[in-house]
């Protein structure tokens, strides 16, 4: 297929692909937040909240990042400065996200409260709008820097490797800061981290000059319908919500089903991120070769098919006759299999169908479509998060009286059965 963009160097992608990292502290949230406030009595640790309440703190927080989504992509489509449409919103965001992420460890309370309760909400509330705030924009750049298909995946394949880069240092280095630093000075590492990586973003990745930006000029009620009316992006986006539900039941989950359902500790529980992240980090360049061979498409319908597989397997921890660690790395390194295509091509396969967009409307508008994607995705989340604490909280997650953390696992293994077979039926084969 012949170039239809600039070449983009790899400078300019390592920094927007490293830039992905400025998010690294939600994995901190959306694993342990849970367990913080809600700890299994095999933890003897303080219980700042009841269960069944923090289910819907989780679902308030994502329901404030879903609603945030399209607002701020369709602000951001229409916003012309010469800082650029996404820049200005990714600082905002950052600074929101940076504060709240530490302070939220610090309930004002010491012990079980509905105070705890409200103080979680609030600071979920904010730190998920500057999530949103930052990251919505921050990804909307990637059409906008070429609209190559080659260069594209080669952009999204960096992003995937500084998830990948997240998910090492929230599955294999968090556990065991947590258990030396605590959840406070965790996340203020993780807040450096962040930092680190945006400065060089905002220097060396530029945005096009504003008199080559087809800004957005449609009101948001037609720029929401349009949107969601084009069966292309729908194709796409009811599968990739319920792979987010199963992920994030999975990663709320894992936390539980080392120290409880397994009997080992907190840090253990990087026996099951640390494969599963070395193994993708090597299926990227197969997976980038692959969508180049056979598209995007089928790449990423083999990814999701096979995902569901090791999620139910990880369900079977302390029921077989085979070590608990054993079985956790298994599946950790199964997961890393299927994870790649999942981690590569959902950016890509964005930019594409804003290619389609603007032939409908004439605009270029990256941002609305990644918060409509965003709106649905994080309120499949927040219901991850209230089907977690409903299954737990009723059906146990004590020792010997585990079925609420095998049940979340087989529910989230489950959703990839629709997953796959609707996305079956997207278009757009490149």
């Not at 992905?20 to 367990?35: A, E, P």
């Not at 012309?80 to 990714?90: D, E, H, L, S, Y």
């Not at 080992?264 to 026996?271: A, D, G, R, T």
């Not at 146990?396 to 489950?414: E, H, K, S, T």
Request: net charge positive; glycine share 8%; charged share 10%.
């Amino acid at each position: 297929m012949p170039s239809t963009g600039p070449r983009i160097s790899n400078l300019v992608a390592l920094v927007y692909g490293a830039a992905n990292l400025m998010g690294v502290g939600s994995g901190l949230i959306v694993s342990w937040l849970l367990y913080f406030y809600c700890p299994p009595e095999s933890a003897k640790a303080i219980v700042y909240a009841p269960i069944v309440a923090m289910g819907a703190v989780i679902l308030f927080g994502r329901v404030v990042d879903a609603v945030s989504d399209p607002l701020i992509g369709y602000w951001s489509d229409k916003t012309v400065t010469r800082w650029g449409r996404r820049k200005p919103f990714i600082v905002m965001g950052f600074v929101l996200m940076a504060l709240s992420q530490v302070l939220i460890w610090l309930p004002p309370v010491r012990g079980e409260s509905l105070v705890n309760v409200a103080y979680a909400a609030a600071m979920l509330g904010i730190f998920w709008f500057g999530f949103t705030a930052a990251i919505a924009p921050y990804l909307a750049l990637l059409p906008e820097m070429t609209q190559d298909p080659g260069e594209r995946v080669k952009l999204s394949t960096f992003q995937a490797f500084f998830s990948q880069v997240s998910t090492v240092i929230n599955g294999v280095v968090v556990p065991i800061m947590i258990a030396a630093l605590g959840f406070f000075n965790s996340a203020l590492v993780l807040t450096l981290i962040a930092l680190s990586v945006l400065i060089p973003f905002l220097v060396v990745v530029k945005e096009k000059p504003p008199e080559e930006i087809k800004a957005a000029k449609l009101s948001l009620v037609e720029a929401v319908r349009i949107t969601f009316t084009n069966k292309v992006f729908l194709y796409y986006l009811v599968p990739t919500a319920l792979l987010v539900l199963g992920v994030n039941m999975l990663q709320m989950d894992i936390p539980y089903l080392v120290t409880v359902s397994a009997g080992l500790e907190k840090q253990h529980v990087s026996l099951f991120y640390l494969p599963l992240i070395l193994v993708s980090v090597l299926m990227l360049p197969v997976v980038r070769r692959a969508a180049g061979r056979y598209g995007k498409k089928r790449v990423y319908l083999w990814g999701m098919a096979l995902f569901g597989i090791p999620i139910v397997l990880l369900a079977t921890v302390g029921l077989i006759p085979l070590s608990p660690i054993a079985l956790i790395v298994a599946v950790g390194v199964l997961t890393g299999i299927a994870a790649a295509p999942l981690f590569v091509l959902p950016n890509a396969i964005i930019a594409d169908i804003t290619d389609i967009d603007e032939q409908m409307t004439g605009y270029r508008r990256e941002a609305i479509y990644f918060g409509a994607q965003g709106l649905i995705t994080k309120s499949m989340a927040g219901l991850a998060g209230v089907l977690n604490s409903a299954l737990l909280g009723y059906l146990g997650y004590a020792p010997g009286n585990d079925l609420g953390i095998r049940m979340v696992l087989v529910v989230a293994g489950l959703a990839l059965i629709p997953a796959v077979l609707i996305f079956r039926r997207y278009p757009i084969t490149k």
